[in-house]
Structures are given as structure tokens and as C-alpha cells.
């Protein structure tokens, strides 16, 4: 796989993700369905915590990437949706971070929803990603 990344400013930066991911030659693309914080049961952890779910999360979606042979570095798009936006901005340091540290460089938005699927969630992730 080649990827360009395509980022006419340097804003983006400072929030942990880029504008344009250009995938030329991939071998295979990966849909990965929302994640929430959840155990294996299903069972939404750490109720009202951002933090905590953010790291759940990334460990779910990290989860279900080393299943389908990927990692964080092949991720393009990274979608996330949000109940409490005032939350997310507080935690969004976190999990850029967090983020960084897996090799993750991805483009996608933030949405702020007035509800998710999973009862006490905060926070869910949608993944595209390409090997």
C-alpha cells in the first residue's frame, strides 16, 4: 500500500489528525463496525468517565484490527460521535495522545449526537482502514 497525506495547513497538528489520506496499491480495506467502552458481554464500562472509555474504545477497535491482520498505522478514517461534546473537548489531549502513540494518522470528523446505541456510552468510534 502507498499513502500520500494530503494537508494543505499545518492547523491539524496540534489535533491529531490530517486532512487527506490518498491510498494507492492496498492489498485490503477494513470496515470496522462503532465501538463503544464495552466489555466482552457488551456491557458499557465506566459510566460518565471519557478518559476511560476513550482507552476502552481504542482497545476494542485495536482488538478487532489485530484480528483482521492490521494495526493503527493502517487506519485512514476515524469517525467519532460523541453525547457530551463538552466532555470529548476536556478529553481530546487524551486521546490524541493515545492515538500518536498507536501510529495513528487519520482523517474523519467529531459529532457531537443526542444518543448512541449503547446505554451510558459517551463516546463511539468507526474505523476505515487500509492495507
Not at 7 to 28: C, I, M, R, Y
Not at 63 to 72: A, K, P, R, S, V
Amino acid at each position: 500500500m502507498k499513502r500520500e497525506i494530503i494537508n494543505p495547513w499545518t492547523w491539524q497538528e496540534a489535533l491529531g489528525f490530517v486532512h487527506g489520506n490518498k491510498v494507492s496499491d492496498a492489498e485490503s480495506t477494513f470496515f470496522l463496525a462503532g465501538q463503544t467502552a464495552c466489555d466482552a458481554n457488551g456491557a458499557t464500562l465506566f459510566p460518565g468517565d471519557m478518559e476511560k472509555q476513550i482507552d476502552v474504545v481504542l482497545d476494542n477497535i485495536a482488538t478487532i484490527l489485530e484480528q483482521g491482520g492490521m494495526d493503527f498505522s493502517n487506519v485512514m478514517r476515524l469517525n467519532i460521535y460523541t453525547v457530551d461534546m463538552e466532555k470529548m473537548m476536556a478529553a481530546h489531549d487524551h486521546m490524541s495522545e493515545n492515538l500518536k502513540q498507536r501510529g495513528c494518522q487519520h482523517t474523519g470528523c467529531l459529532l457531537g449526537v443526542t444518543g448512541l446505541a449503547s446505554p451510558g456510552a459517551l463516546i463511539e468510534m468507526e474505523v476505515t482502514a487500509v492495507k
